[in-house]
């Protein structure tokens, strides 16, 4: 059993009305989000989960469906789990608005709010608008972080492979030999998205099935990508890949811009864990 799951991040959606150049899922507007139906279906099914205790409504933005993200956090609350969430407040349109909605937010039983603002959000978003979220949860007794990317702290993978990676020195691909950002083996927390896929990090499946049959069944040391990207990194996977025809570049930005490319190059032998399609950019 996978004790050290204790957090489900809800991609509520892959829609965002941004489309930052660091964004790693590819948010954008029009892009497919989940129903009511399904927040209640998955909530109430991982809540069977012993080990879970928390849940993060995120995108995409997960405000963009403002109701639903509302209904995602009482009902997680009322279920006995501590609900969080993310946004880039694209939608203040004023002091008195904004706290309204932290208002109900926490009403609704928000334990914490973070707040995304960059370089690459602040060309879509008025960094005012993050200060005034922020102004609003600390008058409300709302706990709220500002939630902020340099370049030295990107992920190249999704759209940062594309837009951003030769903003930074290649570095060689015999060094990728561990994975930085994730816990592959022993997650603390995955992500959820509408077509019911666990992301262990965004794009890799943990398993085929429902939610709860994914984490009960789950054998990182036998998943095609996982089991060598525990043994030796995105590396090790790359040459796995390269006994397929996949072909190494001279360098690359980091550990996440190796593995996306290769993941790519994987996904057609491998789509049930290599997915969905808006993690590819399609």
């Known amino acids: 059993m996978l004790t050290s799951l204790t957090a489900i991040h809800f991609l509520?959606?892959?829609?965002?009305p941004s489309e930052c150049d660091h964004c790693f899922i590819w948010g954008a507007p029009g892009r497919r989000g989940m129903t009511r139906k399904q927040v209640d279906t998955f909530l109430q099914e991982l809540r069977a989960v012993p080990t879970i205790t928390a849940v993060c409504a995120e995108g995409g933005e997960a405000f963009g469906d403002y109701d639903l993200a509302l209904h995602?956090?009482?009902?997680?609350?009322?279920?006995?789990?501590?609900a969080s969430a993310l946004t880039n407040a694209f939608w203040v349109t004023s002091r008195e608005a904004a706290t309204a909605r932290i208002v109900q937010l926490k009403a609704a039983g928000l334990t914490s709010l973070g707040v995304s603002t960059d370089e690459w959000h602040q060309r879509y978003i008025p960094v005012e608008k993050v200060d005034t979220v922020l102004a609003a949860c600390a008058d409300q007794g709302l706990s709220a972080s500002r939630m902020e990317t340099q370049i030295g702290g990107v992920m190249f993978r999704g759209r940062a492979a594309e837009r951003l990676a030769s903003r930074v020195p290649p570095r060689e691909p015999e060094d990728m030999t561990s994975c930085p950002h994730e816990q592959l083996g022993s997650p603390s927390r995955v992500h959820l998205d509408c077509y019911g896929k666990l992301h262990l990090c965004q794009g890799v499946v943990m398993g085929v099935g429902s939610p709860s049959a994914a984490i009960a069944s789950y054998d990182p040391q036998n998943h095609p990508i996982i089991a060598p990207l525990l043994a030796g990194g995105p590396f090790a996977l790359a040459r796995y890949a390269m006994t397929l025809g996949f072909e190494l570049?001279?360098?690359?930005?980091?550990?996440?811009?190796?593995?996306?490319?290769?993941?790519?190059?994987?996904?057609p032998r491998f789509p049930d864990l290599l997915g969905p399609d808006e993690m590819y950019g399609a």
């Open 72 to 82: 995602m956090i009482r009902r997680a609350t009322e279920l006995g789990l501590s």
């Open 249 to 267: 570049e001279q360098g690359y930005a980091d550990a996440c811009h190796l593995c996306y490319r290769v993941r790519e190059f994987l996904r």
């Open 12 to 16: 509520i959606s892959y829609a965002c």
